[in-house]
C-alpha cells in the first residue's frame, strides 16, 4: 500500500514538475495584457516617478546604516510609504539625506533590484520567450519545444534583474529631484495599506512620507485615480 501511494505521489510530482514551467510561462503571456499598460501610466506619471525614485533612495540611506533590515514600500502621487520602520525620525532623517543625495547627482540610489519593476520584468520577458520558444518548438518539431520553453525560462530569470534596471531608469523612476521637498513624515493609517487586521498591523511598522513637487512642468494628478508603484 505504501509502495502505491508512494508511486502516486512520485507520478503526481513528476507530472506537476513538467506542467509548472508551462503553467508560469502561460500566466507570464496573461501579464502582458496587463503590464505594459502600466508601464506606461507610470512613464507619464512624473511626479509618482520621482517619489518612486525619493522611495528607494530612502530605503537604500536606511540600509546602508543596517544592511539586511526587512524594510519594502511603496510610492503614491503624494509621497511615498516605507515599511518595516522604527521611528518617524528615522524615516524624516533618512528621506531628507535621500533628497540632498539625488539632488547632489547620486543618481544610482534612485534604482534598485529589490523592486516591484523586477516582478514585471520577469514576467515580460518569460512571456515573450515563451512565445518565441513555441514558435521555434513548433518550427523544429518535437521535444524541442519542451526544452526551448524551460531554457526561456532561465533566461527570463537571468535577465530580470537588468531588464528591471532598465526599465527603472527610464520608464518607472525619474531621479530628477531638483523640484521636490519632503514634506512631513507621519504615521500610516491602517486603510492605506490593506482592509482588517493585517492593515492595522502593518500600519504599525509603516511611515508615510509626504512629497512636495513645485515642478511647473509635471504632470497635474487627478485625484482618486491614483496609482501606485512598488
Ligand atoms: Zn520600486
Known sequence: MAVLVAFVVAVFLVFFLFLLPIILSLRA????????????????NRILRRNHALEH?????????????PLSGFSTDDGFFV???RSLDEVDAAARAALARLKGGERSLAV??????????????AA???????????????W????????????????????????QRFVTTDANLND??????????????????????????????????????????LRGDETVVR
Open 29 to 44: 503571456v496573461g501579464s502582458l495584457f496587463v503590464y505594459p499598460g502600466q508601464l506606461r501610466t507610470v512613464f507619464g
Open 112 to 125: 534598485h533590484r529589490n523592486c516591484g519593476t523586477t516582478i514585471v520584468a520577469s514576467n515580460l520577458l
Open 180 to 221: 521636490a521637498e519632503v514634506g512631513w513624515v507621519e504615521p500610516a493609517r491602517p486603510e492605506d495599506l490593506r482592509s482588517g487586521l493585517l492593515g492595522m498591523l502593518l500600519a504599525a511598522s509603516t511611515v508615510r512620507v509626504r512629497v512636495f513637487h513645485t515642478d511647473p512642468d509635471a504632470v497635474e494628478v
Open 144 to 167: 524541442w519545444i519542451y526544452g526551448l520553453i524551460v531554457s526561456g525560462i532561465v533566461l527570463a530569470f537571468a535577465l530580470r534583474v537588468p531588464l528591471s534596471l532598465f526599465l
Open 83 to 85: 515599511q518595516g520602520a
Open 57 to 69: 533612495a530612502t530605503i537604500a540611506t536606511m540600509l546602508e546604516k543596517e544592511p539586511g533590515r
Open 128 to 142: 515573450v520567450f515563451f512565445l518565441a520558444a513555441v514558435a521555434l518548438g513548433l518550427y523544429l518539431g518535437g
